[in-house]
Nanobody, 121 residues
Framework: QVQLVESGGGLVQPGGSLKLTCAASGTGFSIINMAWYREVPGKLRQWVATFSSDGSTTYADSVKGRFTISRDNAKNTGYLQMNSLKPEDTVLYYC???????????????WGQGTQVTVSS
């Protein structure tokens, strides 16, 4: 079984920065891609950014130019560097990944538990 654990959320002033971390743990897995989503209570989970298996990155328009997604394959860890944060970035952020697991011929999607980001003065 593979777990995704996010960390790095917290309280920051408008214009500030935070770096979220998503660590995958388990045995025998290989990560295909990693992504970040965010969720406003009562609304659908919103895609933020993806780091694909070919190394390409894509971003939602709302975060383009402010957020940077990266990945350390050796550590099975993904990151989301968030700069120029705005009050509307205040939501729960979730890590997501498609992985290949032992004995499973198809990719499996996993989610982390979420980490809260609050942007407020």
């Amino acid at each position: 079984q593979v777990q995704l654990v996010e960390s790095g959320g917290g309280l920051v002033q408008p214009g500030g920065s935070l770096k979220l971390t998503c660590a995958a743990s388990g045995t025998g897995f290989s990560i295909i891609n990693m992504a970040w989503y965010r969720e406003v209570p009562g609304k659908l989970r919103q895609w933020v950014a993806t780091f694909s298996s070919d190394g390409s990155t894509t971003y939602a328009d709302s975060v383009k130019g402010r957020f940077t997604i990266s990945r350390d394959n050796a550590k099975n860890t993904g990151y989301l560097q968030m700069n120029s944060l705005k009050p509307e970035d205040t939501v729960l952020y979730y890590c997501n990944s498609y992985m290949m697991l032992p004995g499973n011929p198809k990719p499996v999607q996993s989610w982390g538990q979420g980490t809260q980001v609050t942007v407020s003065s």
